[in-house]
């Protein structure tokens, strides 16, 4: 038996980076307990049943399914054996006021079908786009994404393959250098705001979300992205892993700069070799850690970064299906820099909006009574520092502003149709995930806050605490989280070892 055999860890939060993490450890034969605050595990992949309709709270696109399986690979098992992943197509359908339509693919044979329509003369740019985004992806996913970056010498190594890609300017303008379609540079930035990016000024390195979509597909778990998350959770079990939930952790318990365990709000208490927290940043620091100098000094440093805007979501069941809606559509509205200023600089709450639709009972009908659909319609929103509005009064009256359009888009009838429906809020990610400012991404990732200038994977003064998730290097999403997972793993198991 190895030395990290003969140790144990807790890690705090069983959202998709801590339940990746926590696996990787129990593969190790590192003793691991996962404690969750809520009453189901999945973090912000939440999910709720109501009315006979399967809800995820989200995320819902899973990409790089190869990094999901490489979780069951450790152990000799197989995804399969829990998970079902089913192929989405089109990736995307993007709409646009004026009525044009763009069906987002990996199929050469269609995508040029598709950029041709929509915007002709920009297939060779788009073709020189991809080259580029085939770079980045090599240089800041496949070789940095799982990389700690504990020391400023760390980023100087990483910075002349940043240079080279030009890091420092944004995703849209990176792609604005390609083609000349104000539409096709809509769809081939928009995928920033997936991990809680703004395209007009988050790192060109994100441009390899479109190499990576590319490769590895975008998929669906049967059953809803929960069925992910159980099928981590099973994984984790079989391998001897333990679970609490609904029993919040209310401090890191911490002596001469080394964690020596956790409490809980039952009263529970665990003394750990090593603790790693997947719970919001701010709360990490703030408030598990408030009684050290390492918290305070934390919590004053993250104070004063950027985070990432918030989400309103409006989850609906309809009477009805609908084949022509395809699983994931964006509804481009009638602005786009000034509506991203709007929310991320200004704070305001905008007349006008882009619509992100998820429609999973079109690919699973699983997720809704016969003869009837799933959706859920979601746009981006300020974070409470920035809009402190009550969501109490302002959430019912924007839940309609947003089902109206999505009626005058796609479903004329749509409030007839409806059978079920709720909303969240900015609150609710405050108040249910911890989020500081309620953000839905953890911090803004321009390039200031990215790699070494990101929260690290092990604390810098606490020798043997550790974090993971969307806070940490390298981001938020399902496949940031994992590969942060992947990075402290890495750290812990070493470091259990010595």
Not at 198 to 217: C, M, V
Not at 230 to 244: D, K, P, Q
Not at 322 to 332: K, N
Request: glycine letters at 10%.
């Amino acid at each position: 038996m190895s030395r990290a055999q003969a140790k144990t860890a807790c890690v705090i939060g069983a959202g998709f980076g801590g339940l990746a993490l926590a696996i990787r450890l129990q593969s190790a034969g590192v003793a691991t307990t996962l404690v969750e605050a809520r009453d189901k595990p999945g973090g912000r992949a939440y999910f709720w049943q109501r009315d006979g309709f399967t809800f995820d709270a989200g995320p819902t696109v899973i990409t790089d399914p190869a990094c999901l399986e490489e979780l069951w690979a450790l152990s000799g098992q197989t995804l399969a054996d829990d998970v079902e992943l089913v192929p989405v197509a089109p990736f995307y359908r993007l709409s646009w006021p004026d009525g044009t339509s763009f069906d987002y693919s990996n199929d050469d044979a269609k995508l040029r079908a598709e950029i041709e329509r929509v915007a002709p003369g920009d297939w060779e740019g788009y073709r020189a786009f991809l080259a580029y985004s085939a770079g980045v992806y090599e240089e800041g996913y496949v070789k940095l994404g799982a990389k700690p970056f504990l020391h400023f010498t760390d980023m100087i190594k990483a910075a002349s393959a940043l240079m080279r890609y030009q890091a420092w300017r944004s995703v849209h303008s990176v792609v604005s250098g390609f083609v000349d379609s104000p539409k096709l540079r809509e769809a081939l930035s928009f995928h920033t705001l997936l991990v809680g990016g703004n395209p007009f000024s988050t790192s060109a390195i994100y441009a390899l979300i479109h190499k990576l979509e590319r490769d590895g597909g975008v998929w669906w778990a049967r059953g809803g992205t929960n069925r992910l998350i159980a099928g981590m959770v099973a994984l984790f079990e079989r391998l001897g892993g333990a679970v609490r939930l609904s029993d919040p952790v209310t401090r890191i318990a911490v002596d001469d700069r080394r964690a020596t365990g956790v409490e809980t709000a039952s009263g529970w208490r665990g003394a750990f070799d090593a603790v790693a927290s997947n719970a919001d940043l701010m709360h990490s620091y703030r408030d598990l850690l408030g009684l050290t100098a390492r918290g305070r000094q934390q919590e004053k440093s993250l104070a004063k970064k950027r985070f990432s805007p918030s989400l309103f979501v409006v989850h609906f069941g309809i009477k009805g299906t609908w084949p022509g809606i395809p699983h994931h559509s964006i509804l481009f509205g009638p602005r786009w820099r000034g509506l991203l200023a709007d929310i991320y600089d200004h704070g305001v709450l905008p007349q006008d909006f882009s619509i992100y639709l998820h429609h999973p009972s079109v690919t699973d009908p699983s997720m809704a009574p016969d003869g009837h659909s799933a959706f859920y319609a979601l746009v981006p929103v300020p974070h409470l520092g920035k809009l402190p509005v009550d969501w109490e009064a302002v959430g019912p009256v924007l839940a309609k502003r947003v089902l109206d359009e999505v009626g005058r888009r796609l479903i004329p009838d749509i409030h007839a149709r409806i059978v079920t429906r709720f909303h969240y809020t900015p609150n609710d990610f405050a108040h249910d995930l911890g989020a500081h400012l309620g953000s839905a991404f953890s911090l803004d990732p321009v390039l200031t806050q990215s790699a070494w200038f990101r929260a690290h994977n092990r604390d810098d003064t606490i020798g043997n605490l550790y974090f993971v998730g969307a806070g940490t290097h390298p981001g938020a999403g399902i496949p940031g989280v994992v590969a942060s997972a992947k990075a402290t793993a890495g750290l812990m198991i070493g470091d259990l070892s010595r």
